[in-house]
């Protein structure tokens, strides 16, 4: 079966209730914030039922995956209940997906398997060992939240934590946590403790909260395609005062600019070659549809091309400053006479 994190915690409460928790369960996803607390739960889930021994594996090379074959069949030391996790990058290969097939058939009563993986590629969602799981355990694959999820995200942990969040405080909040989970439970956590229960508004947040956004050139290809020059902004200023290279951010906007331009085409551009768009990449590249036809792309390749030209010293001038024009442009704004 295919699970949410939506859906998790009403499925564990049953399955512990009926006693037949899956033989396996496999977490994948990159948010480790949303991939340790499913985790915490199916363990705390597998102790109440039972599941007392647990033991942790991290396959690295094909011998290591006969290693845990071999512990998997292997009886426990005390006869009792455990969980065994496997923790690796994904790419099973032959042996390893061969070995998890195996080991998926020999789980069950006294063995619960809990695999863990960052986000699988269409590829690896299609690979026998992953389908075997999905088909006979249960698969958990956790998406990122993007910013258009995160202010429900927060308002939903802000609530839990006994607050009443405002709209504006909100959007300061993920403003300021922006890309780090991690963070935004932390300032969670002291907004808890520094504001009585209640109401929260902006004001609170701002004296509360330390600015602890993450900025990555994958968000800022997202505001790009989505037209969003407020955030497309804030983000390239980000990745200047975070020191990332400006080769790798022009790359990430001319990178869009070839989808946008694709779909001006009326091609499909999750197939065009290269790594596939991750579902939000895709819906805000959908977004994007009604407004390419009015981009001009003549112009903003001449854009790119002197931001290139800068950055190898080719051309005098800042390329940041050329890229925060294309930025600027890409999402609709006029351009500077």
Known sequence: MKL?????AVHLKQAVQRGQLPPAYLVSGDEDLLVGEACDAIRAAARSAGFVER???????????????????SMSLFGDRRIVEIRFSGKAGKEGGAALQKMLESAGADTLLLVMTPRL????????????????????????????????????????????PTSDAVALLASRVEGNLLAAKQEIEKLKLLVPAGRLDATAVLEAVTSS????????????VSGDASRALRILAGLRGEGTEPTLVLWSITRELRNLWALRRGDDPSRRPGPRPSPSQLAALDRARPRVARMPFARLSSRALRADRMIK???AGDPWDEMTLLCAECCGLRPIK
Do not use: C
């Not at 949410?4 to 998790?8: E, G, I, K, V, Y």
């Open 4 to 8: 949410s994190l939506d859906n998790l």
């Open 55 to 73: 033991e942790t594996h991290f396959p690295e090379r094909s011998a290591d995956w006969a290693d845990i074959a071999a512990s998997l069949s």
């Open 121 to 164: 590629d269409y590829a690896a969602q299609n690979t026998a060992w992953v389908k075997a799981i999905e088909s006979k355990a249960a698969w958990l694959p956790i998406w990122e939240i993007g910013p258009r999820q995160l202010e429900s995200w927060l308002s939903q942990r802000l609530r839990a934590a006994g607050l009443e």
């Open 213 to 224: 956004a993450r900025y990555d050139v994958f968000g800022l290809g997202e505001a790009v």
């Open 313 to 315: 010293g080719r051309l």
